[in-house]
């Protein structure tokens, strides 16, 4: 079957087909790095992250770019309130958003471009723009003059309607009309600058992106992705940059997400209701949360709270568990047919979840489908000590593949489960033969103490409490 995406530009479902057949050229806007990112930042890395996981899945090659946003107003303020230069707050934040996407599993951009580092490239943009008669220079800034280009307004609506918007967005003498946006802006006291054509200045934001995504992928891209805030006037002026600079489509799929809601308010910064990425994780484990985050279809709102952490945090134990069942059971050479029974049946699981995908990435359903699998497995443990061999790799590698999918790591939990347990269990006989001691039931203590010694676990009292190691007996 072939793979629906719904098109912003056009407002409808299409089928999608890349430029050039097997490779798929995706771009996401990033994070400005001024703080940590929040919930309602993660749900478009994490279904970005999902939607290159499934195009890989097919086959596709991905070629994948995120941009880092490491020059603008919110980072010269933040940059000045926390009395550090904007360079060091770029790499605070950019550090810790390296590891907050590390910990939800998401694969690392194969570039993440800084503006910063690619100040000639825009600079060069800029002077292409200028130079075609579509950007103009006023007073050391240089401004895009919408009214040259036709298709203004082509992704958010029509261009009568974009110029309205875009003319409410700051009033500024120095544009032909008020809904020309910056190019480059020009220095300001006690603001970062670079040297230019039109004097010192920095770069606007939007030419940041057009300019780096098509240094990374070419003049068109296949995909282009972030939150739907950014539809207008971000992406609508990242089309008429490009756009008007190579006469080519800059863009063939424009996929936005909705917002992530808390009690049905937007999660923003701006908002105050933002929780950060760091935060959730005390709520609940980063697979957890990933697996919240995609479990509403992403152009649907989803509202973050506890009830809504805890179904997740239910249904993963659940699909774990039964992989778990499943990689437990015996292995017999003969063939049953409750054996081919399950196959059928997580054969079908695995074509439903690639429906629902193939349906413009329907991941509510496709965890329906998953849900099936789990179920399968469930009835034929409960009627079987034992499986056919290969069935049993095929049917886990079938699971673990669609976990793949949704960046669901099965392995890693595995192991981390495991030795969560085995310190939980060794710090609670701690406490235990502890408290023992402390109502002089010194054999008791002795005891535990005796019977964890056999099993290679060594106790060491210190003035700081105790501490225990594991002896290495091998395999
Ligand atoms: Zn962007």
Known sequence: MALKVYNTLGRRMEEFAPLRPGEVRMYVCGPTVYDYIHVGNARAF?????????????????????????????MINRAREMGISIQELGELYSDAYFEDIKRLNIKRPDVSP??????????????????????????????????KFEDYGKLSGNKAEALRMGARIEVNPKKRNPADFALWKGWKPGEPGWHSPWGRGRPGWHIECSTMAQK???????????????????????IAQAEAAT???????????????????KMSKSLGNFITVREAFKMCS????????????????????????????????RILRAL???????????????????????????????EAMDDDFNTPLAITALLGVVKAINNFADANESIERTTKRRVSEMLIALLDVLGIEWTEGRVKTDREILEGLISILIDVRNEMRRRKEWKAADDIRERLAKLGVTLEDTPTGTRWTIEDVGR
């Open 114 to 147: 800084r503006a910063t580092q690619h100040i000639p490239e825009i600079i060069g943009a800029i002077e292409a723009l200028i130079e075609k008669g579509y950007a103009y220079v006023a007073d050391g800034d240089v401004y895009f003059d919408v009214s």
């Open 324 to 354: 778990r069942r499943l990689i437990s059971l015996a292995e017999r050479d003969s063939l049953t047919p409750d054996d081919e029974r399950l196959i059928s049946e997580v054969e079908e699981g695995r074509r439903r979840f690639e």
């Open 216 to 238: 990374y992928l070419g003049e068109t891209l296949d995909i282009h992705m972030g939150g739907k805030d950014l539809i207008f006037p971000h992406h609508e002026n990242e």
């Open 286 to 317: 980063p697979q957890v949360l990933r697996l919240f985050l995609v479990s509403a279809h992403y152009r649907s709102p989803l509202d973050f709270n506890k009830e809504a952490l805890a179904a997740s945090e239910r249904r993963l134990r």
């Open 46 to 74: 994490v279904i970005a992250d999902v939607i290159r996981r499934y195009l890989e899945y097919r086959g596709f090659k991905v070629r994948f770019i995120s941009n880092i946003t490491d020059i603008d107003d919110k």
């Open 247 to 265: 006469g080519k489509t800059f863009v063939r799929y424009w996929l936005h997400n909705e917002w992530l809601t808390v009690e049905g308010k």
